[in-house]
Structures are given as structure tokens and as C-alpha cells.
């Protein structure tokens, strides 16, 4: 699987639902808010950050402790709509393709039907000891192919 180039994908694409296999719940929190009452971009990064951790504890159930861990190395974040307080989100995510040691996933924040945010990751899988890429193993490639985008 292959992530298409940031500059090639539609917001159509980007915010459609049936893309995520995916889905974690998030809202919004009063110091969520910048001094205007919107929501601060910093906030949109932990909304994906804490969708991520959902999806790495069903599938690694110790998750963060264990011997391997995934860690974030990227993040490249679109912003589409601002966000207010009160507000219930969903976070869909997919995993887009892989590398020896890494994995690539998009998500996207919605608010209803609001494509809010759009959020290209890589994460690397790394030894917790010595803090090295290690490769991702074929059970683990295989357990996270179930989240492959549709």
C-alpha cells in the first residue's frame, strides 16, 4: 500500500467515512479553547494522538508496555473547519501502508458530519529498552492490515 501524495488527494476523499476502519470518540474540553473560544490547533493534535492510542491498545492489548512500542515520527496535519466548545468528535483512522520498521495512517476528525481536521502519520515500531526501529512483525502487519483503508 502506497499513501497517496498530499497534493493528489481530495478533501472528498479525505473525509470520506467509509475510508476509516477505524473509530475512536473524543470532545472537547474547556482548556482545549485558545483565547478566541476555538478550539487550539495543539488540541486537534491530541484528538488524533489519543485516537491512536486507542487503536494501538486493541491491537497490541499491553500497549505501552511491552517490549516493542510504535512511536510517532511524523505528523502533517490539515485543518479544514474551526471547532467550538461544546462538541462531541469521532476520529477514523487507517492504516495506509508500511515500511520495514514504520507504519503510515490516515485519519480525520469529524464533529457530525464536519470534516474538521485531516492527519497523515508515520509511526515507527521501536525496541523500549533500547529505543532502536525494530522490524514490524508479519502477525502485527497482519493484525493492522484489518484497519487498511477501504
Keep these: ?3 497517496a501524495k498530499p497534493d493528489s488527494i481530495t478533501d472528498e476523499r479525505r473525509f470520506d467515512t ?3 476502519k477505524h473509530w475512536a470518540k473524543d470532545y472537547v474540553r474547556f482548556s482545549d479553547l485558545d ?3 476555538h478550539v487550539n490547533n495543539n488540541a486537534i493534535g491530541e484528538y488524533f494522538e489519543n485516537a491512536r492510542a486507542v487503536l494501538f491498545t486493541e491491537v497490541t492489548p499491553d ?3 511491552r517490549e516493542h512500542i ?3 515520527a511524523r505528523i502533517a496535519i490539515d485543518y479544514r473547519h474551526e471547532l467550538h466548545m461544546p462538541a462531541d468528535l469521532r476520529v477514523g483512522a487507517s492504516v495506509t501502508g508500511f515500511g520495514r520498521t514504520s507504519m ?6 469529524f464533529h457530525g458530519d464536519i470534516g474538521i481536521a485531516y492527519a497523515e502519520t508515520v509511526s515507527v515500531l521501536i525496541e523500549e529498552k533500547s529505543r532502536k526501529p525494530v522490524e514490524i512483525p508479519a502477525d502485527l502487519r497482519t493484525t493492522l492490515l484489518k484497519y487498511g483503508e477501504g
Design 1 to 3: 500500500m502506497d499513501i
Design 18 to 20: 467509509r475510508r476509516y
Design 35 to 37: 483565547a478566541l473560544g
Design 63 to 65: 500497549w505501552p508496555h
Design 70 to 72: 510504535f512511536v510517532l
Design 104 to 109: 503510515r495512517m490516515a485519519s480525520a476528525l
